[in-house]
């Protein structure tokens, strides 16, 4: 139940995270577990988007499948949220 309630925080607050998951992992709808895109073992790691200023626009880390936290800042370098 932990896990579905940190997914559904994150999304709230960092929705633009999860439509770059085609990059580094996917999650399975059901179990709402995280998992490597190119062997589909439980995703380790951590998966970021910048802005095209290069800053960081998001990160969110996982450890076997389970978001760890996410975190999004601003354009200017602002953090705006982070969950763990």
Same mark, same amino acid.
């Given at each position: *139940?932990? @896990?579905? +309630? %940190?997914? @559904?925080?994150?999304?709230? !607050?960092?929705?633009?995270?999860? =439509?770059?998951?085609?990059?580094?992992f !996917? %999650?399975?709808?059901? +179990?709402?577990?995280?998992?490597? #895109?190119?062997?589909?073992?439980? !995703?380790?790691?951590?998966? +970021? #988007?910048? =802005?095209?200023?290069?800053? *960081?626009?998001?990160?969110?880390? !996982?450890?076997?499948?389970i978001?760890?936290? +996410?975190?999004?800042?601003?354009?200017?370098?602002? %953090? %705006?949220?982070?969950? =763990?």
């Open positions: *139940m932990k @896990i579905k +309630t %940190l997914i @559904i925080i994150s999304l709230a !607050f960092l929705p633009s995270l999860f =439509y770059a998951q085609n990059d580094c !996917f %999650l399975d709808k059901e +179990t709402q577990i995280a998992y490597n #895109r190119a062997d589909s073992s439980l !995703f380790t790691g951590s998966c +970021t #988007r910048t =802005y095209r200023n290069g800053k *960081m626009k998001s990160i969110c880390v !996982f450890q076997d499948g978001i760890q936290y +996410t975190c999004g800042w601003s354009r200017k370098g602002i %953090l %705006l949220d982070s969950v =763990y």
